[in-house]
Structure formats: structure tokens, C-alpha cells
């Protein structure tokens, strides 16, 4: 049974640049959500979908924006990087809404130069 | 506003004896925590969780407590092993799947 699986696992990119970034949910799992991570901080919460909506969000700007697929596998975009933007992308599935556990991916450690 | 503090950055404790880690939330309306293990590299991984209904949850080697009236909730590690080295989150959810995070315990322990 797969778990969470994200690509790339690694993305060197330029200020200015945009990238996306992908995530195939937990067998079973229809709700995804992404997180960003900066080096020794704990994961803050992007935005969640689920039915292909995007149902809640964090303190994030206009150019992070996502989609769900109709498989329920997700992307993260973002436009006009920053510098600050350079962080470990972790993306979550868990089965619908509830008090049900999050299961997290590995990441996309997206570096900005 | 709505946040997730942990009284200690880090801990160290020596390979056999029970690690305690810390968390205090601040939402009263929050109403499951969850606690997740990070290693270097990797994404957080489950290890228990609690409703607010609850006071203790107990696990493999692990026990959850929640006191809602000082808005803190710990983690209980027995028996602690070389392979519990790693960060230690405590999280939060307050409405739908959001998930707030504190700022996580780095747990060493010596062999």
C-alpha cells in the first residue's frame, strides 16, 4: 500500500520562476493538503482540497494556488518565487473531513537562488 | 490568534529511561491533537492522536495526556531507544483538516 508519494524530491529554482509541484494521496485518501516547511521550523499550513475545492486556507499569498484532480492527486503552484520561498513542501491526504490522521509525503525541498 | 507552543527545543535523554515532551495550545475550541515524529529527510510521521474528549490515549510504548483546563498536552515515550532520536511535533485542528503546528522538540538520546 503506497503512501503518500510528492515529485520532485529536490527543484533548484530562480526569483521570478514559477513551479509546481506534485502529490499522489494515500490509497483510500480524497483530501489533500500542503504545507510549508522552513529549516527548523514546524510545518505551516498552505490550503487543503478536497472534492477537487479548495476547502480551507493559511496565512499564504496569491501566488501559492493548488488543484485537485479527479484522483484526488494534487498540485502546488507558485508564482514570482522569493527568495523566502526556499522551504521544504510537504503535502497530506487523510480519508474526508473529521478528526482523522494527516499522513505526510517526504517533501519537495524547493531551493531559491 | 491560533498557534501551537512547545516549552522545550530540545531534550536529551539517556537510552532506556522515559522521555516527556511539552506542548501548550492556545484555541479552546481545538478538538484533536495529534503528535508526529520527524527524522532528518523525511516527512512528519503519525504517531498518536487524542480527542478533547479524552484525557489520556496509550499507545506502543507511547501515551498521549490532554488537560484542557491549562491548555497543555505531552507526550510520554517509554522505554526511550536510539531510534526515538528525531523532532517531535505536537499539532492541533481547529475546524476541518487545518493543522496547526508547533514548533517541535529535538529529542537525542544517548546511548
Known amino acids: 500500500d503506497a503512501g503518500v508519494t510528492q515529485s520532485p524530491t529536490h527543484l533548484i529554482k530562480t526569483r521570478g520562476q514559477q513551479v509546481t509541484l506534485r502529490c499522489s494521496p494515500k490509497s483510500g485518501h480524497d483530501t489533500v493538503s500542503w504545507y510549508q516547511q522552513a529549516l527548523g521550523q514546524g510545518p505551516q499550513f498552505i490550503f487543503q482540497y478536497y472534492e477537487e475545492e479548495e476547502r480551507q486556507r493559511g496565512n499564504f499569498p496569491d501566488r501559492f494556488s493548488g488543484h485537485q484532480f479527479p484522483n484526488y492527486s494534487s498540485e502546488l503552484n507558485v508564482n514570482a518565487l522569493l527568495l523566502g520561498d526556499s522551504a521544504l513542501y510537504l503535502c497530506a491526504s487523510s480519508a474526508g473531513s473529521g478528526n482523522q490522521p494527516q499522513h505526510f509525503g517526504d517533501g519537495t525541498r524547493l531551493s531559491i537562488l | ?111
Open chain 2, 1 to 111: 490568534g491560533e498557534s501551537v507552543g512547545l516549552h522545550l527545543p530540545t531534550l536529551s535523554v539517556q537510552e532506556g529511561d522515559n522521555s516527556i515532551i511539552n506542548c501548550a495550545y492556545s484555541n479552546s475550541a481545538s478538538d484533536y491533537f495529534i503528535w508526529y515524529k520527524q527524522e532528518s529527510g523525511k516527512g512528519p510521521q503519525f504517531i498518536i492522536d487524542i480527542r478533547s474528549n479524552m484525557d489520556k490515549r496509550q499507545g506502543q510504548r507511547v501515551t498521549v495526556l490532554l488537560n484542557k483546563t491549562v491548555k497543555h498536552l505531552s507526550l510520554q515515550i517509554a522505554a526511550t531507544q536510539p531510534g526515538d532520536s528525531a523532532v517531535y511535533f505536537c499539532a492541533e485542528k481547529t475546524s476541518y483538516d487545518k493543522v496547526i503546528f508547533g514548533p517541535g522538540t529535538s529529542l537525542s538520546v544517548i546511548p
